[in-house]
């Protein structure tokens, strides 16, 4: 009797834990490449809105579950695809990394291209699977689509969208009647192709040679979840922000995790370091950040998305730093191409830290 209440328990909790997020995979290309994703499912009211959030670097898409877990309250779907390499998705072939670190610049292009593209068949794919709705072009309701590029993770979000053109016109056309909003999350300027200042430092062999190379990606995993203390970040002053050292009074957000959430979700293996090697394509990335922010003809083809950047003010140096150069992008372009969002007291897992500000935040932004 006792071990069937414990198990009826274990089940209990196993699944409530995990809540009704469902797993997947989608074929995005004819070499049978293949994107897995979790998926919160559709909410009991219509129309709702879907959420393609892609994931950062060394976090699968596993760091988005508790958001999922709430999205249906809230009238949102929150499909986590994983990028290359990541959770089951199919890894990075020896020519493409070969391509990223040795390429001509033709190759490298067309290997972003592809990332970008893998990423469009993918939502267009899903999009058909599961009937998601027009946006109806009413900024107050429910419906279409966000999509939500984390961190490193805007290297491919931004060139799924600098890429709209290259995709199937059924495919393209199906997009650009849902796509309503690019969510930006705390990317950093490398990630846009654009260079680090000079204070930049990550616990990493790049910016110290000290850290032994197998320990620097659990390192990382560490440092990059911890809040930190800036001066006063409306100042624009580089040398406000605590480039290395966190705050001591506040818990990094990986201590809010189990061990068994950890093993699941964190990326120690070859999968960071190739993101990291992927900055040096820059110029692509560049492109793909300009194209998909500031040129209206590109634009033109997705009417109805807004874009927006936004980072935490206790976020790890990069994202505080960053909406400052796209705010200064966004203003030489002449303004109005990008809309901006200081999130007070959060750090760059607020999705992980505070589920319920964050789908709040997302709201604000989809909703508007
Ligand atoms: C498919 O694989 C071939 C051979 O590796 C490669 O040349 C081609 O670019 C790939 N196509 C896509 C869409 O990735
Ligand atoms: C890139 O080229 C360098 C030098 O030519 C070589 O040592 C390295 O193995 C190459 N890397 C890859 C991934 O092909
Ligand atoms: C698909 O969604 C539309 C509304 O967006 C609805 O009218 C239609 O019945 C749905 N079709 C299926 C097969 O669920
Ligand atoms: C923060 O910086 C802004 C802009 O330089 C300034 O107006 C404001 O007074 C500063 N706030 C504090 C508390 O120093
Ligand atoms: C903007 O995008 C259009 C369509 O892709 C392209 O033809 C044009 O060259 C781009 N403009 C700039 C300034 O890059
Ligand atoms: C840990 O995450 C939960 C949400 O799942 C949140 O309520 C809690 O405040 C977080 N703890 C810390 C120390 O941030």
Redesign the pocket.
Known sequence: MRTIFTLVLFIVSTVSSVSSLSQGSIVVDANGTQLTYTDSGAPDSHPYTTIFAVNGMGFNGGIFSKIQTLAPSRQLRIVAVNRRGYAGSTPLSTYEQNVILNGTADQQAEFSRNIGVELLMFMDEFIQDHNISVFNGDKNSAGGVAVVAWSIGNMAGLSAIAHI?DVPEATRSRLASRIRSLIMQESSSNALGLPAPAQNWVPLDISDPTIPAAHQYTAFAQWVTAYFDHGNLSSRDPDVISWVVPSSFTPFTIFNMTVSQYNTIVDTSINPALDADQLALAPVLEANY??SNF?S??RGLLPHMENWFITGTRSASFGPYCIWVVEDDNAAAGGGFVNFMTIDGVNHFMHWDDPELTLSVYQSMILS
């Open positions: 053109e300009r194209a040129n003809t590109l």
